[in-house]
């Protein structure tokens, strides 16, 4: 069975999928963008992942390309014509395809790009043994709260993670504080027991498996602090993991070669992982 | 006759030139861009632009598409094919297509977008009476002297100018000084003569303009300094202007609503627009 996408009202093989060179997307990463987990066929978290979306799209003031109950429709068709069942959907609007012009078109209509793919059953040695990271600059632009394809800063970083043998980078801002992870959020458990993210304001991107997880903590009685943390805080920390639609919750054993600990997952961030596991199947579950 | 556009060793119809949605120039910006004037038929300035290309394309580690002699037929080809003898010519790499990932694609081979169109003959009143521009802060990621389609930033500035009737966005520094317009490099002349500009170094694109009229300036014996000036220095300047690929040289007559002098365009700004276009013109009449 060949893989199908969408693109702009239409369900083409994956090879078809176009758009033009003067897409807005293409020349001035004039775009937003989701990724959703499938489940059992099913999307995780669907509401807050439009709710995102519809938020990045105001904050650029480009005009949804649909309404939500039929973008909601696509969604599905996309996953079902690919019979994906466990996987991830992508899903990207840019502000059109417009002669090139920094101001923004008159015309344009917006882009819409929904691609799916299976996924490879996460390898369990990432889960058993935990992964490293390695710090560097924040050098992004000053609204990584808004989720833009301006990812070249991202990328430049986790290129950089796996040069080293890294999993991932910790981004950190000027005052040696970690912002987030290139394409992860970053949390520490301290030596006190406090479980800590940074707060979601303009510097960061909010995480839907972040903002998840704050919420079954909270059931849990654990103590929870949204607050930056330093480097130095995060490598004297019993326990770091790292999260995000794909990964879910990963253990963090080392940051910049050094282990966290004993250099072991830790055992909250274990707990946390199968918590956040039985929210993700409850919900696709559900009837 | 249609619109010719080069897409991957093919010249096509403006219409069918298309990317894959999964070109990392489309999910990543991970890609980078040059625009040339064209003038009598010739790319002005092309080795600077083709110089510039081959830093940006090594900051980021990917690979040259083609060598250079066989890109400047290319470039020649797209020209001709369009019959433009005045107007400017795009060129855009990225990393290539693949399956998305942050981390940078073992096989993707870079794709090659050129496109050219005609320029109408700039609007006389915007060297006659100048322009204005308003000051923004400068939010771009920290490598803005990379010439990548990580643009975004710069699209909003632009449109910000333009909903409040200005030409043009300076973009400020967390110190107060101006880096660069949006898509022009910034200058002032001081009270006492001295013509200032922001040095090239990461802060800044290092305009072929900006170069080009560095030179000039050389050798009509006028004093230099390449070095920030702050808002308050600009507000207070003698004369103001800005300079690009397809603005050449404008006199900048207003800064944030307030007048630059006497409001009206400065004289050393236009005799130094005479001296580029001059430039430019003999670059092109050359045999």
Redesign the interface.
């Known amino acids: 069975m060949s893989r199908i996408?969408y693109?702009n009202g239409r369900y083409l093989p994956h090879?078809d999928?176009?758009?033009?060179?003067?897409?807005?997307?293409?020349?001035?990463?004039?775009?937003v963008?989701e990724v959703f987990a499938i489940r059992r066929g099913g999307l995780v978290d669907e509401a807050l992942h439009l709710a995102r979306l519809a938020r990045s799209l105001v904050e650029?003031?480009i005009a949804p390309p649909m309404g939500e109950a039929a973008l909601k429709l696509v969604l599905r068709e996309v996953v079902r014509r690919n019979r994906v069942a466990n996987g991830t959907l992508?899903l990207?609007v840019?502000r059109g395809a417009a002669?090139?012009d920094?101001?923004?078109p008159k015309a344009a209509r917006p882009t819409l790009?929904v691609?799916v793919?299976p996924q490879r059953r996460q390898d369990p040695r990432l889960l058993e043994e935990g992964v490293g990271v390695i710090t560097i600059?924040d050098?992004?632009?000053?609204?990584p709260d808004i989720k833009?394809?301006?990812?070249?800063?991202?990328?430049?970083g986790?290129?950089q993670a796996?040069d080293t043998g890294a999993f991932e980078a910790w981004q950190v801002d000027r005052d040696g504080r970690v912002t987030e992870g290139?394409?992860t959020n970053a949390w520490i458990v301290t030596a006190d027991g406090e479980v800590v993210t940074r707060q979601a304001d303009h510097s960061i991107l909010n995480g839907v498996t972040r903002y998840g997880l704050l919420q079954l903590l909270g059931g849990e009685g654990l103590r929870l602090a949204e607050r930056p943390f330093s480097v130095a805080e995060a490598k004297a920390a019993r326990e770091a993991f790292l999260t995000s639609t794909t990964n879910f919750v990963l253990p963090v054993v080392s940051i910049d070669g050094a282990p966290v600990a004993n250099g072991h997952p830790g055992t909250l961030t274990l707990r946390l992982r199968a918590l956040y596991d039985a929210y993700v199947a409850a919900q696709v579950a559900a009837p």
Chains 1, 2 share one sequence.
């Open positions: 996408s693109v090879r999928a176009l758009v033009h060179v003067e897409d807005r997307g293409f020349q001035f990463a004039d775009a963008y650029l003031r992508y990207q840019s002669p090139r920094f101001v923004f790009v691609t793919r600059p050098i992004r632009w000053g609204r833009t394809v301006g990812l070249l800063p991202n990328a430049l986790k290129q796996r290139t394409s």
